[in-house]
């Protein structure tokens, strides 16, 4: 059964500062990736996914996470924060044994302090 | 159209009471899906729609019971609901369920049961 890890419950970070939140997965077979973000009282919004390919996958506001198989992990990384990246971030897998179930991990609040 | 709404943003009900939640989408996805969120904890999946077919009930108490009148909106009909049920509800959407894009997800209802 696949399974998702995200060790670092809370995240404080000085705005500018770079950040790194963890994602490990356990799975038996190959995965999709991904990471949402929710913004307080809203729902949560996709940010970036990796499916294949290149193991290296960016968002448009300047996210980017790795896929490390090795590792089996999916950390998200960004080089600088803004306040408004204030919020929760989700890491969540699925494989193609359970396609029609995306299992969540636990979530990192990440809080920018200015 | 890209979103997921949901209707109503809060509802408070007593136990005794009936009520409806709604989430409607207009971007053609066939698949949608019921989440339940706590408080700082991850949605967990309720209830599997496929082409206006439930095709996954995470064994979900009878008190909550799902509809997809067609292919644009999904219902979630509540009853007799237990003050542990407050949390917030989010709908979610996607091409259907091998879609491996991620999901559209809606701002949620926000439901207290008094």
């Known amino acids: 059964a696949q399974s998702v890890t995200q060790l670092d419950s809370q995240v404080p970070v000085f705005e500018e500062a770079p950040v790194e939140l963890r994602c490990n997965y356990s799975s038996s077979v190959s995965v999709y990736l991904f990471w949402y973000v929710q913004y307080p009282n809203q729902g949560l919004q996709l940010l970036l996914k990796?499916?294949?390919?290149?193991?290296l996958v960016e968002s448009i506001n300047g996210f980017e996470a790795e896929f490390n198989k090795s590792q089996t992990s999916f950390h998200l990384r960004k080089p600088s924060v803004h306040i408004s990246d204030t919020a929760e971030y989700f890491c969540?897998?699925?494989?193609?044994?359970?396609?029609?179930?995306?299992?969540f991990g636990p979530g990192t609040s990440l809080s920018v302090i200015p | 159209d890209t979103e997921v709404t949901q209707t109503p943003k809060h509802l408070v009900m007593g136990m005794t009471n009936k009520k409806s939640l709604k989430c409607e989408q207009h971007m053609g996805h066939r698949a949608m899906y019921w989440y339940k969120q706590k408080a700082k904890k991850p949605p967990e999946l309720m209830f599997v729609y496929s082409y206006e077919k439930l095709s996954i009930n995470e064994s979900v108490p009878s008190r909550f019971s799902p509809e997809c009148p067609n292919s644009s909106l999904l219902n979630l009909h509540l009853h007799a609901l237990q003050p542990e049920d407050s949390a917030l509800y989010l709908c979610?959407?996607?091409?259907?369920?091998?879609?491996?894009?991620?999901?559209?997800f809606g701002s949620g209802t926000r439901l207290t049961v008094v």
């Open positions: 969540a897998v699925s494989d193609l044994a359970s396609y029609d179930k995306v299992i």
């Open positions: 979610a959407s996607s091409q259907d369920e091998t879609d491996r894009n991620g999901y559209t």
């Open positions: 990796y499916l294949s390919g290149s193991t």
